[in-house]
């Protein structure tokens, strides 16, 4: 979804997934607007990175995984709609929160990048090598939301896209947001949800009018 997302906003060359930055700037009438062009350095490379390092604090060492850590990434991790409230709950209840990725055995009958485990099946993965994520599967993907989070100092996503809209032409301006807003919504809302689960009702709050909101709810 997230490569789906930035290509409805026009990103050039730099997809979320595997890169270090974003870049979004607005088509009008097919023709871009270079001037409301907006970029980020935060994408989804350095969100895997983050959650490499995060991790490597649990004393489990990917570093020579980088694709099975995006996996994870896309796998586990979403965009919290209230993200302190949702942080507090996963500490005072992580029972009912962490999720665990058993880790592949790379054995003939293995997945060579591993799977999340299914809490409803009540699986005994016991003796297998797993990694658990509680709070961390909401912290990764705020990244997006509030940069600063993860020390970038910038504006986040949803910002970042009302901020390109809001420097479109005054005459053009509420044309413009209905053409981000018919993309981001109705073009892109039947799509399978994944590393940026969450991603419509937040952005949604910044596009509902001319003032700005913060990154996150």
């Known amino acids: ?56 604090y649990n004393k489990v060492d990917l570093d020579d995984a980088p694709l099975l850590v995006e996996h994870i990434r896309e796998s586990m991790c979403y965009s919290a709609q209230d993200f302190v409230a949702e942080v507090e709950a996963s500490r005072a209840c992580p029972g009912e929160t962490t999720r665990r990725y058993i880790l592949p055995d790379h054995s003939s009958t293995s997945n060579h990048l591993g799977r999340v485990v299914d809490p409803r099946l009540g699986e005994d993965v016991s003796g297998r090598d797993s990694i658990d994520m509680n709070h961390e599967r909401m912290v990764v993907s705020e990244a997006l939301w509030q940069p600063g989070s993860i020390g970038i100092l910038q504006a986040g996503l949803a910002e970042m896209a009302a901020r390109a809209v809001m420097k479109s032409p005054v005459a053009t301006r509420s044309a413009v947001a209905k053409k981000v807003r018919s993309l981001l919504f109705e073009d892109l809302g039947g799509l399978k949800v994944d590393a940026l689960s969450g991603f419509m009702s937040l952005i949604s709050y910044p596009m509902q009018d001319s003032n700005l909101r913060p990154s996150a709810p």
Do not use: W
């Open 1 to 56: 979804m997230d490569s789906e997302i930035f290509r409805a906003l026009d990103v050039a060359g730099a997809v979320p997934r595997r890169s270090f930055r974003m870049r979004a700037r607005i088509r009008y009438n097919t023709y871009p607007l270079e001037h409301c062009a907006q970029r980020m350095d935060v994408g989804g490379r350095v969100m895997t990175n983050y959650l490499k390092e995060a991790i490597a």
